[in-house]
């Protein structure tokens, strides 16, 4: 048995339950942190162990028996039928943080994902084909997202007022917010956490709006 063996098994019943390993993290009780990359080796360099804890954690948390995380450990690519709630999961969509968004080589011209820095998640059924996951970073979008979550954004999804919104802007910020206006020449977002500010920006301004259609909560 090999640390990135151990490593690779949780990260793929993270991807099977729809989540990142910081999201996989949370919801098993531990710190977000805990499953991250630079947690994975020690200040002089060698490889860490993931605590027994953790793992058993894991496994309450996802369903999973000890059965599945050891053939996920010996090479299985996917959790065999009936080894915990990632049956509901059919297909899988790339996935990058918000503060990545924002860089150049994620998007194309039409807002769609492109380029190989993206990871991937499992999530249930969504008709898009070019739908994709962000996961959420800070507090800008509570109390509805929370640091960790992932948002599924479908960029064919007819948008109307009200809906929670992923925004692309002419100069490169990517946002989350409600949609409270759109006019044939502006655009009006709600901060989703009323802390922070409101947003209007005349329509040229905005590179593309897309739809939140589901979230890991």
């Not at 977000?32 to 990359?37: C, R, S, Y």
Request: charged share 25%.
């Amino acid at each position: 048995m090999k640390h990135e063996d151990v490593w690779r098994a949780i990260d793929t019943l993270a991807a099977e339950n729809g989540l990142s390993a910081s999201g996989l993290a949370k919801k098993s009780g531990l710190d977000a942190t805990t499953f991250n990359p630079s947690k994975r080796t020690m200040p002089d360099g060698r490889s860490r162990w993931p605590s027994t804890e953790s793992v058993a954690k894991v496994l309450q948390a996802t369903g999973a028996s000890l059965e599945s995380f050891t053939a996920l450990v010996s090479g299985a690519r996917a959790l065999a039928s009936g080894g915990g709630a990632a049956r509901t999961l059919s297909r899988r969509v790339p996935l990058i943080g918000f503060a990545q968004a924002g860089g150049d080589g994620y998007f194309d011209d039409g807002g769609y994902p492109v380029g190989g820095g993206w990871d991937e998640v499992g999530l249930p059924e969504i008709a898009d084909t070019n739908a994709y996951a962000l996961e959420i970073s800070g507090d800008s979008m509570e109390p509805v997202f929370r640091d960790g979550d992932l948002v599924i954004v479908s960029p064919s999804a007819p948008i109307r007022r009200g809906d929670r919104v992923v925004v692309r802007t002419a100069g490169g910020e990517v946002m989350a917010k409600q949609l409270a206006r759109r006019s044939a020449r502006r655009v009006e977002l709600k901060s989703l956490n009323p802390e922070h500010p409101d947003y209007s920006f005349d329509l040229s301004d905005v590179t593309w709006i897309h739809r939140i259609v589901w979230a890991s909560q």
